[in-house]
């Protein structure tokens, strides 16, 4: 596609409930990003892939998340047992080596 | 940690008006420096880049210019538009293969007024 695509644009949750976000990345990017953003704050690194491979999760908040990127392609960003301090704007960025280029995100609200 | 510090906002300025938005950052070895905008209901953009010292990045009349002796990169516009209303971050890059995260300021809110 011509850019990230990120889906859904908003998720509303009920405190507890599993979520799944996905990320579409631009064709033959081999690395993959998710950020969290909190409302009024810069985004912050969840975790990492290259290809397949998550080389770094050392920004996942806590064991509830998880991503994966099993074909090296698409990925998805899943949160268990949401709780109201999920609530964020989950970003997705794919990268060819020279530039990030970052998906609408999803705004994710937990009530 | 590597950390970004950036100008707090909102900013407001009259069309035409100079701009400074203030970035400083603290990191080990010599990051690359970035400045992503992202406008009302888009996603974030690399407006601007330099990846060492003393590079000059510049993009849209925006420019920034690495100063790794007072660790800063500050952006600066000659001449803003209500077109540039939008929310500017910081960010630096650490140069480790394998993993090119980006570790952000909070964002400096930007409206111009006509």
């Known amino acids: 596609g011509a850019g990230v695509s990120q889906s859904p644009r908003y998720k509303v949750a009920k405190r507890g409930q599993d979520v799944a976000l996905r990320c579409d990345p631009i064709s033959g990017h081999v690395s993959l990003f998710w950020y969290q953003q909190a409302l009024g704050q810069g985004p912050e690194f969840l975790t990492y892939?290259?290809?397949?491979?998550?080389?770094?999760k050392s920004g996942l908040p806590s064991d509830r998340f998880f991503a994966e990127r099993p074909e090296g392609s698409v990925s998805t960003l899943k949160i268990q047992r949401t709780q109201q301090e999920d609530s964020a704007v989950y970003l997705c960025?794919?990268?060819?080596?020279?530039?990030?280029?970052f998906g609408q995100g999803t705004r994710l609200t937990v009530v | 940690g590597d950390s970004v510090t950036q100008m707090e906002g909102p900013v407001t300025l009259s069309e035409e008006a100079f701009l400074t938005i203030n970035c400083t950052y603290t990191a080990t070895g010599y990051p690359s420096l970035f400045w992503y905008v992202q406008y009302p209901g888009e996603g974030l953009q690399l407006l601007l880049k330099?990846?060492?010292?003393?590079d000059k990045g510049s993009n849209k009349g925006f420019e920034a210019t690495y100063r790794k002796e007072t660790t800063s990169f500050h952006l600066e516009k000659g001449s803003v538009q209500v077109s540039d209303s939008a929310v500017y971050f910081c960010?630096?890059?650490?140069?480790?293969?394998?993993?090119?995260?980006?570790?952000f300021g909070t964002g400096t809110r930007l409206t111009i007024i006509p």
């Open positions: 330099a990846t060492k010292a003393d």
């Open positions: 960025a794919s990268s060819s080596g020279t530039e990030a280029f």
């Open positions: 960010a630096l890059k650490r140069s480790n293969f394998g993993n090119e995260k980006l570790t």
């Open positions: 892939f290259q290809n397949e491979a998550q080389l770094d």
